[in-house]
C-alpha cells in the first residue's frame, strides 16, 4: 500500500529477485504487426550508452531498431517549466502553502499518500513525458507512443486512470540496451551526420530536468526573469527518504512559500532503477550537454505554441 513504483528496489534488492513488468514484447510486436512506433527519450539518455553514443548515433540506432521517430521529451520540460512557473505565481502563497514539482510520479504519489491534506500542492502541469505524448499524438494520430527513460514509476504513470498519459509503451534504458544488444547493434560503430539526425530542439533548462535541482532552477529562473524583485525559494530532496523529511518540515511550516521539488531517486533521473551508467559520470555529460543546447529558455522553444493547443483539449489537466 505504501509502493509508489519508484523501482529503488530493483536495484537494491542483493539478490536481484524483484523485477518489473517489460513492454519489450509488446513494443516488439507492435513494429512487427507495421504499427508506426515512436520513441519519446528522456533527457536522462546522455551517457547511457557510452561515451561515443551520440544523441545523433542513437537516434540512427533506434531507427535501425524500428522506431519511427526519436523525439526528446525535453521538449515538453520546456512547456512544463513555464506552465509551473505561471501556477507558482498564480496559487502561492495567496490560495496554497508551497507548491511541489509534479515531473516525478513516485515523488508525487508518495505526497499525496503520506500527506494527503497536500495533494492540492503539488502542481497540476502535465508531466514532461505526457506534454511530448500529446504532443506527438496531435501530429500523428496513428502512431504508437513508446517512453524511454530511466524510471520504473512513468510504467505506472502511463497506465493511471486520473489522467490520459497518450503513452501507449514504457522501456527502461536497461530494457532499450537490452534490445539493442539482442540485435547486435554497435551503436559506436554507426556513422551519421550529427546536424541531420540531431534530436528536436530544447533548451538548456528542459535537458536538466535530468537531475536533482534541474526542475526547481529552471522553474525559479523563468519566475526570476517575469518578476525580477521576487525571491523564489526553493528546496530540494532526492531520494524518497529526504523528500518524507521536506514534507515533514513543509508540513511543520517551514517552507511557507517555497517551490519544492521532489525525485526518487539520488541524484534525480540520471539515478533512476531503469539507467546502465553511473550516475555521477552521466551528471557530467548531461552537464556537458547542456551547454550544448541551441537556447537556453525554455520560451524560446518552437514548440511553445503547443501549450495553447493541449490546453484545448478538455483532459489537458484533471
Given amino acids: 500500500s505504501k509502493c509508489v513504483s519508484c523501482g529503488q528496489c530493483l536495484v537494491n534488492c542483493p539478490f536481484g529477485a524483484i523485477s518489473d513488468k517489460s513492454q519489450i514484447f509488446q513494443v516488439i510486436n507492435a513494429m512487427n504487426r507495421g504499427s508506426k512506433v515512436i520513441a519519446c527519450v528522456a533527457p536522462a539518455f ?44 498564480a496559487e502561492v502563497p495567496e490560495k496554497l502553502p508551497f507548491m511541489g514539482t509534479s515531473c516525478c510520479p513516485a515523488w508525487s504519489v508518495m505526497a499525496k499518500k503520506l500527506f494527503p491534506e497536500f495533494k492540492d500542492c503539488i502542481s497540476m502541469a502535465l508531466t514532461p513525458m505526457v506534454i511530448t505524448a500529446r504532443m506527438v499524438k496531435k501530429d500523428h494520430p496513428d502512431a504508437r507512443i513508446c517512453f524511454i527513460g530511466p524510471c520504473a514509476a512513468k510504467k505506472l504513470e502511463a497506465n493511471r486512470k486520473s489522467v490520459r498519459s497518450d503513452v501507449d509503451y514504457v522501456l527502461t534504458f536497461e530494457e532499450l540496451a537490452g534490445i539493442i544488444e539482442g540485435k547486435d547493434l554497435d551503436i559506436d560503430l ?129
Fill in 46 to 89: 546522455v551517457g547511457q550508452f557510452g561515451k561515443a553514443a551520440t544523441p545523433a548515433k542513437l537516434k540512427a540506432a533506434m531507427r535501425i531498431l524500428g522506431f519511427d521517430d526519436v523525439v526528446e521529451v525535453a521538449i515538453g520540460a520546456d512547456l512544463c517549466t513555464v506552465e509551473e512557473a505561471k501556477d507558482f505565481l
Fill in 190 to 318: 554507426l556513422e551519421v551526420d550529427e546536424n541531420e539526425a540531431a534530436l528536436c530542439s530544447a533548451s538548456a533548462a528542459g535537458r536538466g530536468f535530468a537531475q536533482s535541482g534541474g526542475v526547481a532552477n529552471a522553474v525559479a529562473n523563468k519566475i526570476k526573469e517575469w518578476h525580477p524583485d521576487m525571491e523564489v525559494k526553493i528546496a530540494s530532496a532526492q531520494g524518497l527518504a529526504d523528500c518524507k523529511k521536506l514534507l515533514m518540515l513543509a508540513k511543520a511550516g517551514k517552507y511557507n512559500g517555497y517551490l519544492l521539488e521532489g525525485m526518487g531517486c539520488p541524484g534525480g533521473c540520471i539515478g533512476g532503477a531503469g539507467t546502465i551508467a553511473d550516475p555521477a559520470r552521466t551528471a557530467i555529460q548531461l552537464n556537458k550537454y547542456m551547454k550544448e543546447a541551441p537556447f537556453t529558455d525554455p520560451e524560446q522553444s518552437p514548440y511553445m505554441s503547443e501549450i495553447h493547443v493541449l490546453k484545448d483539449d478538455p483532459n489537458f489537466e484533471l
